[in-house]
């Protein structure tokens, strides 16, 4: 199948969010377009603070005060023959936004030992999901909870169903996490880090856990990582973000064999294993990410970018769009704008 | 010469239940049998999942936590040999400043009501060397070398960044020009582009200095970089030890190999052959019997639950295994002819 040809499950169009704090506003999320389509899985990839995870809490309705989501859309789409409904179009504490989020919108936070509550039976846990977001009655419930359970591969589903978070490992708690995210087929998932913490081999099955779910729900997964190890196994396609702004975005293959942007070449370099990264003395990105007060013009990377064109990457923010046929980009290098200021230099 | 360390059968024990009277009744048994040596200016990369008992082994041999039992021998100027295991505390004073320890999360290992040049002149003052102007100037010194402005000497650690505050911290470790320095888990929670930085600073720092690391991690890609020598443990136990090159890519045991056959790598064209491994680490408190890896492998036989497995040299690698055993080598032995008859027929 085509990309074209399959279900658009989410889209996000150019959305914003800003934190207005004491000293000054912080644009976490400076303009973020992407889509994500059925059966696939989108790795959102960054370093810390570039604003990866708050895309994704604005669709989920969780960006909270100071922060707000400025502009933009986010289109849900239920299924191939249902109208759009845009998230942004109602109040996060709407009943429409409750009936969809943790049914039809599910998420897995990074921390399971936070995310779960210390004093419920997991099972209940479970249970309170179903309660909102199905019809079924007390026992219908319960057999659903407890096929979940075997389903994430958590043994003896019935007993361990009566059991608290503590009592479980882990890796074990990040299962049922995904059991919770699961229990009502969501149509999109979005991990948030979910193996980050986790030991290499438990990580490998919580991934392969959610290749295989993905698969037999159909569901869109918005993955959110900084390890590009684990995209390289398991995204179907890669974003990759800095400071708020995606500057490239392409299907895996290409992003690790032919990437674009400055940014995502440099990153590359630096990561060991990976085939761009030189043996011994690693390359690295001179300089560290801007804090989140300050400004920079232009092109956010172009400070530590070493092909940036002086007079206008510090001046205008480069477009994000198509650079060839396989991957987007933002970077005055692709740009008309960048062409004829190379000519008008040389 | 003598190695910089020579560790020997060294095993942690923690109580689990306690008597009445303060007796132990039964225990953790969180390392066990840890036998290794570690020449100066070599870095020795020690992984395994969490629970492995890798930190516990570097607390140790910093006698941070008191062994059970075994030895330690440290020789940090190639003739004088001490046994860190039996020393007591006092004795241990003036030789702690030969070995430091560098901790993973940069943010709580930096007190944040002192400024960074109380914080790296500490070990000079707890240390009784030199006066204050002496000490300023050593840290300007340090600073500069590990990377950082010489001018924010008077800042707080709230002012940097996680690899600047990294760089604090690796600051800190060298003032008293030790010869072994404990990673543990240094660079995992940076971002991949500064971890980049802080393994690109502790391979130059090494150089210099001709310093030994001890770097525990999780990430065998980042290990087989920065790593010597890499020693694989599980439950405990040491399994598979030998140079980086060796262990990492013709590995002899089958945890090694499942570890490094599950490890995501960042290139999309690699082909992940096996399966990840079932199950988790056991439970330190009940640990399996015979070999602990047993109830994991994918290749155990009837004979790993009864028999340990002992130390076994095979290709310059020291490795933990019946299968590699000569008295229980034909266990495997028989199954692959078996297979081969099988198929002939």
């Given at each position: 199948m085509t990309e074209k040809d399959r279900h658009v499950v989410l889209e996000i169009k150019d959305i914003a969010v800003d934190y207005k704090t004491d000293h000054g506003t912080v644009h976490a999320v400076r303009g973020v377009t992407y889509k994500v389509h059925a059966d696939e899985m989108l790795a959102i990839v960054g370093e810390s603070g570039c604003g990866k995870s708050q895309s994704s809490y604005a669709t989920m309705g969780l960006i909270q005060a100071p922060g707000e989501v400025v502009r933009g859309e986010i289109l849900f789409h239920e299924d191939e023959s249902s109208a759009p409904f845009n998230l942004l179009s109602v109040d996060k504490n709407s009943p429409e936004m409750r009936s969809i989020r943790g049914g039809k919108l599910s998420m897995i936070f990074q921390e399971p030992m936070t995310a779960l509550s210390p004093v419920h039976k997991i099972g209940k846990q479970i249970d309170e999901a179903l309660k909102i977001h199905t019809d079924l009655d007390k026992a219908g419930r319960f057999k659903r909870a407890c096929e979940m359970l075997t389903l994430v591969g958590i043994p003896d589903a019935e007993k361990r169903y009566h059991q608290y978070s503590f009592e479980f490992s882990g890796g074990m708690r990040q299962r049922i996490m995904i059991a919770i995210a699961l229990c009502c087929n969501p149509k999109l998932l979005i991990a948030d880090e979910p193996t980050t913490g986790l030991d290499v081999t438990i990580q490998a099955q919580i991934l392969d856990l959610i290749q295989d779910l993905k698969k037999k729900f159909n569901m869109g997964v918005i993955f959110i990582t900084h390890d590009l190890a684990v995209v390289a196994q398991n995204a179907d396609r890669v974003a990759v973000m800095y400071l708020g702004r995606i500057v490239e975005e392409a299907d895996k293959v290409t992003l690790f064999d032919e990437p674009q942007h400055p940014y995502t070449q440099a990153l590359l370099r630096s990561v060991i294993g990976s085939p761009l990264a030189s043996d011994g003395k690693l390359k690295t990105i001179e300089g560290s990410v801007p804090g989140p007060y300050d400004v920079v013009e232009g092109c956010a990377f172009h400070p530590r970018c070493e092909h940036c064109m002086h007079g206008l990457c510090d001046k205008k923010m480069p477009d994000f769009e198509q650079v060839n046929d396989k991957t987007k980009a933002a970077c005055h290098l692709f740009t008309e704008e960048g062409k004829h200021h190379k000519e008008s230099q040389a | 010469m003598k190695p910089l360390l020579n560790v020997e059968n060294l095993s942690v024990w923690f109580p689990k239940k306690v008597s009445f009277f303060g007796k132990p009744l039964t225990w953790i048994k969180a390392v066990n049998g840890v036998t290794f040596q570690l020449k100066a200016g070599e870095t020795l990369g020690l992984v395994g999942e969490s629970g492995s008992g890798k930190s516990t082994t570097g607390y140790a041999i910093m006698r941070a936590l008191n062994p059970r039992e075994g030895k330690i021998e440290f020789c940090p100027d190639g003739d004088t040999v001490y046994d860190l295991a039996s020393m007591d505390q006092k004795e241990l004073r003036p030789i702690r400043k030969h070995f430091q320890l560098i901790f993973q999360d940069p943010f709580s290992s930096l007190?944040?009501?002192?400024t960074v040049r109380d914080l790296i002149a500490e070990p000079l003052k707890v240390s009784g060397q030199g006066t204050h102007k002496e000490h300023t100037e050593r840290v300007k010194e340090l600073m500069a070398e590990v990377g950082l402005n010489p001018a924010f000497l008077n800042r707080y650690p709230h002012a940097f960044s996680g690899g600047q505050r990294q760089r604090i911290v690796i600051a800190r470790a060298l003032t008293l020009n030790p010869k072994l320095i404990i990673c543990d888990e240094a660079v995992s929670a940076l971002d991949v582009s500064v971890q980049a930085q802080i393994l690109n600073l502790l391979m130059e720092l090494k150089e210099k200095h001709n310093l030994a690391y001890i770097f525990i991690g999780h990430d065998l890609e980042v290990v087989r970089h920065i790593a010597d020598r890499v020693a694989v443990m599980y439950a405990g136990r040491l399994v598979e030890d030998g140079s980086a090159e060796d262990v990492l890519t013709h590995s002899l045991h089958p945890y090694t190999q499942s570890l490094l056959a599950t490890a995501p790598r960042p290139d999309p064209h690699f082909v992940y052959e096996n399966k990840p491994l079932s199950g988790e680490v056991p439970n330190p408190a009940a640990l399996p019997s015979g070999c602990v890896f047993h109830p994991r492998c994918?290749?155990?036989?009837?004979?790993c639950s009864e028999k340990v497995p002992q130390h076994t040299q095979l290709d310059g690698k020291s490795v933990r295994c019946l299968m590699h055993e000569e008295d229980s080598k034909h266990n495997w032995d028989e199954s692959f002819s078996l297979a081969e008859t099988i198929q002939d027929d």
């Open positions: - | 007190n944040p009501r002192m994918p290749v155990a036989k009837d004979c």
